[in-house]
């Protein structure tokens, strides 16, 4: 049973670029949710997307986008890029209506802006 | 507005010494809560999800408490070894059916010491 998959796993990019990572969730899961953690601190979610659609945002700036796609799988968009971006993201995935609602995390993508 | 915090932010412990982490948060009408592990550099491990009708959960050497009237909950390490060096995060999940954000601590980063 695959896990939840994220790429790449690290990605250098300058300030002012645009960037996108990409999570493929659990196998079963229909949501998926994406955090940014930064170095010392604990995750902060962004957003999720279920039904291909935006459900839910975090205190997060238009800079950030996704999208959903039919099979689940989802990306996290990060247009003009600043210094301030640079963090682990982790995409979590789950099953809307869970009883327990549990989310189970993928490795992370390391952006640096350079 | 939920937060939760965690305190100590550091640990450091020689091997085979029994410890507590601590996670407090704000509201207490929580559904659940649950404790993460996280490796340097990688993604988050699901260690423990406490119901909130539930005042304990245990996993080998691990025990989780919660107590929902006075907003805390503990991670209990038995016998410490090494190889759970790690920083442990707990986080607060949202209600059953309106699957969204887990509000995270900033962790606790735990070293033991051989």
């Known amino acids: 049973d695959a896990g939840v998959t994220q790429s790449p796993t690290h990605l250098i990019k300058t300030r002012g670029q645009q960037v996108t990572l990409r999570c493929s969730p659990k196998?079963?899961?229909?949501?998926v949710s994406w955090y940014q953690q930064a170095l010392g601190q604990g995750p902060q979610f962004i957003f999720q997307?279920?039904?291909?659609?935006?459900?839910q945002r975090g205190n997060f700036p238009d800079r950030f986008s996704g999208h959903q796609f039919p099979n689940y799988s989802s990306e996290l968009n990060v247009n003009a890029l600043l210094l301030g971006d640079s963090a682990l993201y982790l995409c979590?995935?789950?099953?809307?209506?869970?009883?327990?609602?549990?989310?189970?995390f993928g490795p992370g993508t390391r952006l640096t802006v350079l | 507005k939920q937060e939760v915090t965690q305190i100590p932010a550091a640990l450091s412990v020689p091997e085979g010494e029994n410890l507590v982490l601590n996670c407090s948060f704000t509201?207490?009408?929580?559904?659940?809560l649950q404790w993460f592990r996280q490796d340097p550099g990688k993604g988050l491990t699901s260690l423990l999800l406490?119901?909130?009708?539930?005042r304990e959960q245990t996993s080998g050497r691990l025990n989780a408490s919660l107590d929902k009237s006075s907003g805390r909950s503990t991670l209990y390490i038995a016998a410490s070894q090494p190889g759970d060096s790690a920083t442990y995060l707990c986080?607060?999940?949202?209600?059953?059916?309106?699957?969204?954000?887990?509000?995270f601590g900033q962790g606790t980063t735990l070293q033991v010491k051989p």
């Open positions: 979590a995935s789950s099953l809307k209506g869970e009883s327990t609602d549990t989310q189970y």
């Open positions: 196998s079963g899961h229909d949501t």
């Open positions: 997307y279920y039904e291909e659609e935006e459900r």
């Open positions: 509201d207490s009408a929580i559904y659940n």
């Open positions: 406490i119901q909130s009708s539930q």
């Open positions: 986080a607060v999940p949202p209600p059953p059916g309106n699957t969204g954000k887990l509000i």
